[in-house]
């Protein structure tokens, strides 16, 4: 997922410095410096949530909440990121085959078959409240 994300954001970046739109590239738009910014931010959060929950695996401790929060948030933010890259690239970014509509398309099933969103949530409400109980 994060790959794909990065492929995608990477993409956007080199898209908007090169697509014209009233007479400069699109990257000059404050709209879209501000979807890129959320993208790099998004990205780095995803990173270096993966690289944490490793280094806990690593280590043997319980990931059962971790891993799923992990998995939950960059699942997530991945999807969004690539829902960017399409606003980004317009037309172009929903066209068949385009790389960024199969990355969208990707991320957005690796939402489901890898485990849902909801069902991450409650592998994560159990781990917290199963202390409680």
């Known amino acids: 997922m994060l790959g794909l994300a990065t492929m995608v954001y990477e993409a956007s970046v080199a898209y908007a410095g090169k ?9 000059r738009f404050q709209a879209i410096q501000h979807m ?3 993208m790099a931010a998004a990205l780095w959060a995803c990173e270096s949530m993966i690289a944490q929950t490793a280094a ?3 280590s043997s401790a319980d990931l059962r909440m971790k891993a799923a ?18 606003q980004i690239h317009g ?20 939402r489901i078959f890898t485990g849902t969103s909801e069902i991450q949530r409650n592998t ?3 781990a917290i409240l199963e202390p409680a109980a």
């Open 91 to 110: 037309n172009v970014g929903v066209t068949r085959h385009h790389p960024v509509e199969q990355a969208f398309r990707k991320l957005r099933m690796f």
């Open 124 to 126: 994560i409400a159990r």
């Open 19 to 27: 697509r014209r739109q009233f007479g400069g590239p699109i990257a």
């Open 56 to 58: 806990l695996a690593d």
């Open 36 to 38: 890129l910014a959320d």
């Open 69 to 86: 929060a992990c998995k939950l948030f960059v699942s997530e933010r991945c999807f969004e990121v690539a829902d960017k890259a399409v």
